[in-house]
């Protein structure tokens, strides 16, 4: 492990911001901090960082950070609005660093010029960044965290400024760009489809607290509870005798606090286990999504309704009686886990 954090905790006025968080992070790897507005978060990022005084250890190779500053523990820093330097030149941000430890001339025009390639910038150099597009500037802002060779790069929701699809693609764009240079980083998000993209691992938190922390696949598996579930990207949580009788179509026993179903976690299928009654359809360019009322064990005094999916071409009429399976790859158990993993 390169980086160590162990029972760091951060408090303003008295009031906690981020409560006894352990995690460790290995060389090369890219670690999402995963969780909404306000949970402290951003606070363990710039605690990280040295910006936020904090208690507990902050390490690197096994080197407590307490009392070096900022400046001295060779990270870099990138945050959503990328900060760039608007009078300056593409190349004049990526190189500013450079310049400011008094690189040569040629070897900061190398650099640029890796970087730009890298970064799919090519070409960019002359360009200033306000004739340039969000995700451009984006770029170049990594293009320039990246230009001194940090020993840890840390993100503080660098895409969120950007409109969902181009979020999307620039996603996968950066954690190419990131493998490729070998950078370990720690990106704070609140966006679970951006952490599954960009991430190796990943830490939900939630009101100050790391609650679950695993490889990506680990922890989707198998969230903790419910409201990690739901950030996770789960449509619904079941309980008692609900999460009994779908965990028994999919073959999968739920946790000891139910199940969490993806929204296509059910499917129409003429041989299918379970039965019910089609309340309402609604084709998508994909796939059709239903809302079915099945047979089984009431909620709140009547058969609850289910998301469920059929194909395209499946003949539908509202009221008639269907069949269902339950797909074993979107339904999860819930609190198997206990609510520490490790990293």
Request: charged fraction near 25%.
């Amino acid at each position: 492990m390169v980086l160590e954090l162990r029972d760091v905790s951060v408090a303003y006025d008295g009031v906690p911001a981020v409560q006894g968080v352990d995690l460790t992070l290995d060389d090369g790897q890219v670690l999402a901090v995963l969780g909404p507005s306000g949970c402290g978060k951003s606070t363990l990022l710039r605690a990280v960082a040295g910006l936020e005084p904090a208690s507990g250890a902050i390490a690197w190779d096994g080197r407590d950070l307490a009392g070096v500053p900022t400046h001295r523990r060779g990270f870099a820093l990138m945050f959503q609005d990328g900060q760039l330097f608007g009078h300056l030149t593409v190349a004049g941000n990526v190189g500013y660093a450079l310049r400011l430890r008094r690189r040569p001339r040629a070897e900061v025009r190398a650099r640029v010029a890796e970087l730009l390639e890298l970064t799919g910038l090519s070409g960019y150099a002359d360009r200033l960044p306000g004739t340039l597009s969000g995700g451009e500037r984006q770029r170049v802002a990594l293009a320039r965290s990246l230009a001194v060779e940090p020993r840890l790069l840390l993100l503080d929701e660098p895409l969120s400024a950007l409109d969902v699809g181009l979020r999307e693609r620039l996603a996968t764009d950066l954690r190419a760009i990131l493998r490729a240079a070998g950078t370990t980083a720690l990106w704070v998000t609140h966006d679970h489809e951006e952490a599954f993209v960009v991430a190796d691992r990943l830490a939900v938190m939630r009101a100050g607290r790391v609650l679950q922390s695993g490889a990506i696949d680990e922890v989707w598996r198998a969230p903790v509870d419910a409201d990690t579930a739901l950030l996770l990207g789960y449509a619904r949580t079941l309980d008692g005798a609900a999460a009994a009788m779908i965990g028994g179509a999919a073959g999968i026993e739920p946790g000891p606090e139910g199940l969490a179903l993806r929204r296509s976690a059910l499917r129409l299928d003429d041989d299918g286990p379970l039965t019910g009654v089609l309340e309402s359809f609604r084709p998508t360019p994909d796939q059709v999504r239903l809302r079915v009322r099945l047979d089984g064990p009431d909620v709140g005094g009547s058969a609850p309704l289910y998301d469920a999916v059929a194909p395209l071409d499946r003949p539908l009429v509202v009221g008639e009686r269907v069949r269902v399976v339950v797909d074993p790859t979107r339904v999860a158990p819930l609190g198997s886990r206990s609510l520490r993993g490790s990293l």
